[in-house]
């Protein structure tokens, strides 16, 4: 082959993985959403929330929800982690701190150095504990920032299933947070408009679990790398209906794909699972490489998180029982559970886990994680460690030889 | 229909040392090297070849090799590469195959792997983000000691009450030895303070892992007495040294490249 014709690197990177042509539509329906965060802030209607916050209520409310976390992802993909991250340490926060907290707290310290110039002025920060519990101590420094009152919805750890006076505590928490939004909003709970965002966020999440579980199919119809992009609007839009409309397509698009025998990657040789919030400053980089080698990831431990339904029932106990029952919440069996489930219903031959340094409620227990999946499912497994943002806790080449020897290993 | 090659190369690029190995189909050691890798990967590994062809007055042109360790990707003349993992396990698995578990401490690594009856990997642990608990731990005290690193391990088996040292990062360990030097600690008992520390350090790896015996020890450190003695107590097992612990990566690299296809 001639330099003329040579391949650039990513071209030879494309040909590895198939791009999602739903991801002009992704980018379109996000870009719109940050524009009208922008509009929202401006108008005195925006919160910002967690990744697990009960989002549904405050969009009853016809406020706006942005994600700090989410924000996170992009700072990670801008690869300015260490620059925002920075901003925060500068104020005293440690490196220690989980880096979504870091770089939020960067960003509103330095808007004008931040991609997107930050995430804009909220009215409300709203805060559930059921991911973790850094995200009061950050809502409140951002409080205290910005002037926003925080509401947190309280969601103490639960290890089995859920008593009686857990559900009322946590419900009595979601009266408190209509009270909070009535009051700071100026608006009256209208328990009708509840129904419909639930309805509307439960049909996104129907459509979203259904693409997920499409990756059972062998060729895997997505990678990982499309799950954690593309998840983008049930994070961010669950409960309206431009989530449900990107969902729609997309879903069509993943169908389309198993109808046709078409993978995410060019040849599948290695399925793997994949544990923990993704490095996003490498995020293509790392999956595709992997791609190259035959290594596709039909399921995570984290895009699934969103595949959890409101159930039927009176629509606060509903709420309550869904927003406490994240596996994030529970023991560690329960990730455990979820994990060995994932591999033998997706037929899997190893697991990755990704040790996130920031991450500590989602990283604990990795290594007990570890021996007993492969005692349960007989599987090979691998811990990789690193950041999710913060790219000066991540050694490539470690990850790389890591996964290469555990590839070596089923292969 | 391909045949197996007659030879095969291993080259195994580590933080420290650059090893290859020639072998051919019987197994046997046609011609070894080791330098150190300094500051270029890809011309330690050069020199490895020139000094193999020196010794076997072979053309290696047309031998399969398998390039591994930590700089393995920078192997230009090599056929492919394959992860330290399995190329140490396929080693001292051809060396001996009762070997469960290995335990082999670099320069600026260490690893712990799990062997099945194979030969093959079936479960690992790495310890490389820092030199706590591999060779250049050791080198910097020995430093401190006023010691050759060769005769540190000797020093240590001297020792009547070997010092508490606590740490094994690197740079808290040196200052708590200098600390026990001004106590007034003989260099023996410090000496084997140090080793206790890491032997201390890699038996945890190693639990992590699963120990299963028999167990061997490799890379450059399992030439060291002292730090044998105190990990086979920490373990409560012997550990068994193949010959040319160093060479135990580069060893199953030129077994793989020999297994290739021509």
């Known amino acids: 082959m001639s330099p003329e014709t040579s391949p650039a690197p990513s071209e030879e990177r494309e040909k590895a993985y198939r791009k999602l042509y739903t991801s002009k539509l992704l980018r379109e329906t996000m870009t719109l959403h940050i524009l009208s965060t922008k509009t929202a802030s401006q108008e005195g209607r925006l919160v910002w929330v967690t990744s697990g916050f009960p989002v549904e209520i405050p969009v009853a409310f016809n406020t706006v929800a942005a994600y700090p976390e989410q924000y996170g992802a992009i700072v990670g993909s801008e690869k300015c982690g260490p620059l925002l991250c920075g901003f925060a340490e500068e104020l005293g926060f440690s490196q220690e701190l989980c880096s979504y907290a870091r770089s939020s707290i960067g960003s509103v310290q330095q808007p004008e150095q931040s991609p997107l110039t930050g995430l804009p002025k909220p009215q409300a920060l709203l805060a559930c504990n059921n991911i973790c519990g850094t995200v009061l101590p950050w809502y409140e420094a951002v409080s205290e920032m910005t002037g926003a009152p925080v509401y947190l919805v309280d969601t103490p750890p639960l290890e089995g299933e859920q008593p009686p006076h857990h559900l009322a505590y946590v419900k009595s928490n979601l009266n408190g947070l209509i009270e909070f939004m009535s009051q700071t909003f100026n608006h009256e709970y209208d328990e009708k408009q509840l129904l419909q965002v639930a309805k509307l966020s439960n049909d996104a999440v129907n459509l979203w679990t259904k693409a997920l579980e499409a990756c059972k199919n062998k060729p895997s119809p997505l990678n990982c790398a499309d799950r954690f992009i593309s998840m983008a609007p049930i994070v961010s839009l669950r409960g309206t209906q431009q989530a449900i409309n990107f969902y729609e397509t997309f879903f069509a698009e993943v169908e389309e794909r198993v109808k046709q025998g078409i993978g995410a990657i060019r040849e599948e040789r290695v399925r793997l699972l994949w544990d923990n919030i993704p490095p996003w400053f490498t995020i293509y980089d790392f999956f595709n490489t992997l791609a190259k080698q035959g290594v596709v990831f039909p399921a995570d431990s984290y895009t699934h998180a969103w595949s959890a339904a409101i159930p039927r029932g009176e629509i606060i106990e509903s709420i309550a029982k869904v927003y406490s029952n994240v596996y994030l919440n529970k023991g560690l069996s329960a990730k455990i559970d979820k994990m060995c489930s994932l591999i033998k219903d997706y037929d899997l031959d190893g697991f990755v886990l990704f040790s996130v340094r920031s991450c500590k409620r989602y990283s604990i227990g990795q290594m007990v994680t570890k021996e007993e999946i492969t005692r349960r499912t007989g599987v090979p497994g691998v811990i990789i460690e690193g950041d999710m943002v913060d790219s000066q806790q991540y050694n490539e080449a470690q990850a790389k030889t890591r996964i290469e020897a555990l590839i070596e290993m089923i292969v | ?262």
């Not at chain 2, 072998?23 to 046609?30: A, K, L």
């Not at chain 2, 698995?93 to 792997?113: A, C, F, W, Y």
């Not at chain 2, 490389?128 to 000691?145: I, N, P, Y």
Request: proline share 4%.
């Open chain 2, 1 to 262: 229909m391909p045949s197996q090659p007659s030879h095969g190369i291993g080259i195994d690029i580590g933080s420290t040392t650059t090893k290859a190995i020639l072998i051919n189909t019987e197994g046997t050691i046609i011609a070894k090297f080791l330098i150190a890798t300094g500051a270029s990967a890809q011309k330690s590994a050069e020199r490895c070849l020139d000094e193999l062809k020196v010794q076997s007055q072979q053309d290696l042109s047309k031998i399969p090799a398998i390039s591994t360790g930590y700089g393995r990707r920078q192997a230009l003349n090599a056929t492919k590469s394959v992860t330290e993992i399995t190329c140490h396990s396929i080693g001292v698995h051809s060396q001996n195959p009762e070997i469960r578990t290995l335990i082999d401490v670099g320069g600026q690594d260490s690893k712990v792997i799990r062997i099945g009856s194979d030969g093959r990997p079936t479960d690992f642990e790495l310890n490389d983000k820092c030199s706590a608990g591999t060779g250049r731990f050791l080198e910097v005290m020995a430093q401190v000691l006023e010691t050759s690193i060769e005769d540190l391990g000797t020093l240590a088996l001297q020792a009547k009450v070997p010092s508490i040292i606590s740490s094994t990062c690197t740079v808290f360990a040196e200052s708590e030895v200098i600390g026990r030097i001004g106590a007034g600690d003989n260099p023996a008992n410090i000496a084997a303070g140090v080793h206790k520390a890491m032997a201390a350090k890699i038996a945890t790896l190693s639990h992590r892992v699963g120990v299963r015996k028999p167990i061997a020890i490799t890379g450059g450190v399992a030439l060291n007495p002292g730090f044998r003695f105190y990990l086979g107590k920490q373990l409560d097992a012997d550990l068994w040294v193949p010959e040319g612990p160093q060479y135990t990566g580069a060893l199953g690299a030129a077994i793989l490249a020999m297994n290739t296809r021509e």
